[in-house]
């Protein structure tokens, strides 16, 4: 093998992490690259210079697992923090589609529908036998007067929200 076949050699040294942590200190504090920072202000360069030398050591002295342990605390913090956040922005949501649903319900037909539908329903139980009888005297009329209500309010409901009358109930027409 002649010297030819070999991959030319880089003769330039690499700079050590000293040199590379100060200039991120001095890029990051100061926004400028260490060598114009010489320039302006040679004693806040040699600050960063002698930061870098000391944290240097430090970084180098810990070990893999503390650094891993640490990342882990700072990861579960960050998870926490955006708990808290995701949650406060859940609440802020929550009050403003309650707000819409105020102003798109004025008169509270949507808790009107509500309460009547939840009578049909102990009408209808009592009617299929699921429920004491003897109760009501003139069932029929009321749970007709329930119904004739239930949906009047949803035709009202259907009106705010731009629905026509005949689709508010879902029944066809007869």
Not at 66 to 93: H, I, N, P, S, Y
Not at 101 to 117: F, S
């Amino acid at each position: 093998m002649t010297t030819d076949d070999q991959p030319p050699v880089d003769d330039t040294p690499e700079p050590d992490r000293e040199a590379l942590l100060a200039e991120q200190l001095s890029r990051e504090y100061d926004y400028l690259p260490l060598s114009e920072l010489e320039k302006e202000d040679p004693a806040q360069a040699q600050e960063h210079r002698d930061a870098a030398r000391n944290l240097a050591k430090w970084i180098e002295e810990c070990p893999k697992e503390e650094r891993r342990a640490a990342f882990g605390r700072g990861f579960d913090k960050g998870k926490e923090r955006q708990k808290v956040r995701t949650a406060a922005d859940m609440r802020r949501l929550e009050a403003v589609v309650a707000e819409l649903r105020q102003d798109r319900d004025p008169e509270g037909l949507r808790a009107r529908i509500q309460d009547l539908e939840y009578a049909l329903a102990g009408w209808d139980r009592f009617l299929t036998g699921r429920m004491r009888a003897g109760a009501a005297p003139d069932w029929q009329s009321q749970a007709a007067e329930y119904l004739a209500k239930l949906t009047k309010a949803q035709r009202e409901l259907a009106v705010l929200k731009g629905i026509q009358p005949s689709n508010a109930t879902g029944r066809e027409p007869s």
